[in-house]
């Protein structure tokens, strides 16, 4: 299984990022697939994510009405729009996979993790 996280980079607070994250090696659309981050010195936190039965979302509190998740199943992607962002949201994202049927807002959960993309977010 492999999970390759891609689109970070350097913005401008105010400014807006497009992450996707590129599944292979399994069944996509079983999955749950969700969006982390963290930032040095810091639990890694849950930012989002998106069930495969029924498209259902959800938000970490610090994000909710800037970011938006996605997926692709017939291209085996998850994509995170980031909007309005904070220097607050500078981080490493990373994406990550559930088998499982509950949501999972805790990292605890997930079976599979990407590598990981850089956002930094300038004031």
């Known amino acids: 299984v492999q999970l390759q996280a891609s689109g970070g980079g350097l913005v401008q607070a105010g400014g807006f990022l497009r992450l996707s994250c590129a599944a292979s090696?399994?069944?996509?659309?079983?999955?749950?697939m969700g969006w982390f981050r963290q930032a040095p010195g810091k639990e890694r936190e849950f930012v989002t994510l998106?069930?495969?039965?029924?498209?259902?979302?959800r938000y970490g509190d610090s994000v909710k009405g800037r970011f938006t998740i996605s997926r692709d199943n017939a291209k085996n992607t998850v994509y995170l729009q980031m909007n309005s962002l904070e220097p607050e949201d500078t981080a490493v994202y990373y994406c990550?996979?559930?088998?499982?049927?509950?949501?999972?807002?805790?990292?605890?959960?997930?079976?599979?993790w990407g590598q990981g993309t850089q956002v930094t977010v300038s004031s």
């Open positions: 990550a996979a559930d088998y499982g049927v509950t949501v999972k807002t805790s990292p605890r959960g997930y079976n599979y």
């Open positions: 090696g399994l069944t996509f659309s079983r999955y749950i």
């Open positions: 998106i069930r495969r039965s029924d498209g259902y979302t």
